[in-house]
């Protein structure tokens, strides 16, 4: 649902502008067209939400599979998320994430899977490392922080700053050929560490050596 997504998604801006300091940098590195993977830290419900609000594309995000049976499910489904097991191997999702871009559009990933508990970068998936080395498309890199403050009615009165910052993208040399363990733990740290690199110190976690600083 375009439209639904578009009122979505201004309707969220409207929302970061009057209760946040929200503040977006790099948005001239996104291309205007073309297969793109988003991928991002996640440190708040309100992160992919925030993303789409950030970046001007149309983002189709692969979220847990938990929120498709919550009351919330089929928002999350009009917003054009599909769903992914967690913790294992999900060829379902795999294959609708490829369809994403093999249309020209835009995944947007959450590599750690789940929200961070103590607001820094931690342990990642495969997953994001497998659809980037199967598709050999574009991946562009956000870091978020300050969303982890957005809790509880008291956030209003304090109006807490949050800022997205969008790297440069970067991609992995195509391979179509059975992946090894070796090869996605080596493409899994180039992804955190392009991730890492747009983040504060503070926010880098485990990933902090991977960033090339």
Known sequence: MPLFYAVATATMKA????????????RENV???GPLIVVANHLSMIDPPLISASVPRRIFFMAKEELFRSRGGAF??????????????DRRA?????????????????????????????EAEFGVA???????VSILPVGIWGSEN?????????????????GQPFSLPRNE??????QLVQATSLIMGHVAAVLPPEYRGIWGC???D
């Open 31 to 33: 291309p205007r067209k």
């Open 150 to 166: 957005v809790k509880g009615p008291g956030f209003i009165c304090q109006r807490p700053s949050i800022t997205v910052t969008i």
């Open 15 to 26: 929302l970061l502008v009057s209760l946040t300091r929200w503040e977006v940098k790099g």
């Open 76 to 89: 999350v489904r009009w917003l054009g998320a599909f769903p992914v097991r967690r913790g294992t191997p």
């Open 210 to 212: 991977h960033s090339g």
């Open 94 to 122: 795999i294959r609708q994430a490829m369809k994403v871009l093999e249309r020209g559009q835009t995944l947007g990933m959450f590599p750690e899977g789940k929200r961070s508990p103590n607001h820094q970068m931690n």
């Open 130 to 136: 497998m659809i980037a080395l199967r598709s050999g």
């Open 177 to 182: 050929s059975k992946l090894t363990r070796e």
